[in-house]
């Protein structure tokens, strides 16, 4: 299958997700996207990612990039597929199918695929041309709060309850 039949497939699932009204960015406002990636196209629910490779993630001489910045991309792509303010990762099953080398582009293909309340699953492909290069899917759920304050906000009940 061809980069393009994939992608035909994909727009055409997408089409069926969200509309094809402007999304706004939620999540992730302040990301480095020179390395997570850049947004390439946005709807409901899907998202397309670019990530350029550069010098900074390449791991040897030989010029392979760290897997992390891979997943990172990946990671990124799925909280975009959810923007919600507050998503959050809980957990993640993926497969690096082929290494990603400096100078490449790998472009993410994220989908929303199931939502269960608070919950989403977002399954992520990323290719290096027609190469399929990772597969993964995310799991992640929305939270009332950011994260880090339902932490603070646990310490602080901690504190008042101790002082009573």
Known sequence: MSIQEIEDEDLAIASDIGD?????????????E????EIT????????VLLVTQPEMVADDIGLIH???????ADYSAMLAVNEH???????????LSPVKFHDEVKFIAKVRNKEGRKRN????????????????????????????????????????SKE
Do not use: P, W
């Open 34 to 37: 020179h390395l997570c990636g």
């Open 67 to 73: 897997g992390g910045f891979i997943f990172s991309a």
């Open 122 to 161: 977002v399954h992520v492909k990323g290719y290096v041309l027609d190469i399929k290069v990772f597969e993964g899917e995310f799991k992640t759920i929305i939270t009332d709060r950011h994260v880090l304050k339902l932490h603070l906000i646990d310490e602080e009940e901690e504190n008042i309850e």
């Open 20 to 32: 094809k009204e402007e999304v706004l960015v939620k999540t992730h406002e302040r990301i480095n």
């Open 86 to 96: 507050n998503v959050v990762l809980v957990a993640s099953d993926c497969q690096f």
């Open 41 to 48: 196209l946005m709807e409901n629910g899907y998202v397309e």
